[in-house]
Each structure stands twice: as C-alpha cells, then as structure tokens.
C-alpha cells in the first residue's frame, strides 16, 4: 500500500471484458485510464461504444452517447457506486483506511507479485458486489477482477503508457 501510495500519477490503456446473465456474449471494450494522485480517476472508452467516466473528488461525470449525453452525480448518492469507486480509488491511493470503511482487505504475495482481495462489509454494497481482486506488480495494478452479486463480472487488464525514447 505504500508504494501505491507514492504514485502521484499514471496513465494506462485498457482491455476490459464483462459478462452478465442478461448477455448473449461478453462485452470488450477498450480505452484508456488516467489517475492523479488522490481524486481523480478518468477512464475514457473508446471502443465499441466511445464513453467517459470521470471521478473528481466526490463527483462523477459520465458521458455516453448510448446513454443520453452526461450526467453529473456523487459518489455518496448511492453506497453500490460509493464501494466500487472507493474499491479503485482507494487501491490507487494506497489509502488502506478508505478501503477498510467498505471492504475486509486481505492482500497476499509480495512487492513483485501482490493480490488484494476486497470483500464488502455492507449488506447493501454485498446486494450489488461480491467481491473486487486487484492484482500488481510493485506499484503498478495489472488486473482488477470485478465479481457482481448478480452474477455478471468484469476482467479489466491494464497495461501502463510508457513514454518513449
């Protein structure tokens, strides 16, 4: 946690695949994420259906053509959406205490192959999510496993942007 906590920012391209009951296939979209150090996180898709999430602090812009142009709420306007985001914002902040107000933590491995499980402490975050594994390296996060209640789940495979020479 305290290496990811020394990463003030990062950017990342994105392979997610989600499944869900009411599926016929899963779902791959692609894109790109961006983190600064504490509160803000941008995941912008790009394909199949371009979209824009964007968390500053405790507000969230979402804009998506498919869903009807942008709309702006909190994350405390509804405790599902406030147990996920923290789940990601709290792993990238290396901010261990956020993550113990919504999840019991257990993290295994070590600083060159590290997991993290989150389990959610709520009944209401329990009703949405089973379970969020994040898997890295140092201070980087490679996957993020996302298992709903519903039993839909979410591959996100993460590959940070290098400048290069």
């Not at 920012?9 to 599926?23: G, I, K, M, N």
């Not at 969230?60 to 147990?83: C, E, K, M, W, Y």
């Amino acid at each position: 946690m305290q290496s990811l906590a020394q990463t003030r920012s990062a950017s990342a391209d994105f392979t997610e695949r989600q499944t869900s009951p009411v599926l016929s296939a899963p779902l791959i979209s692609t894109g790109t994420l961006t983190y600064t150090a504490p509160f803000y996180l941008r995941k912008t898709t790009a394909s199949p259906t371009p979209e824009d999430f964007v968390l500053d602090h405790d507000k969230i812009t979402l804009t998506s053509s498919q869903a009807g142009g942008t709309r702006v709420f909190t994350v405390n306007q509804d405790p599902r959406i406030a147990g996920l985001v923290e789940g990601i914002r709290g792993t990238l902040a290396g901010d261990l205490p956020a993550l113990e107000t919504f999840f019991n933590v257990s993290l295994s491995g070590n600083v060159t192959n590290w997991q993290l499980q989150l389990l959610p402490k709520t009944p209401a975050l329990a009703r949405f999510l089973r379970s969020i594994t994040i898997n890295g390296h140092q201070n980087d996060i490679d996957i993020i496993d996302t298992a709903g209640a519903d039993g839909g789940d979410s591959r996100m495979s993460i590959r940070p942007i290098t400048d290069a020479p």
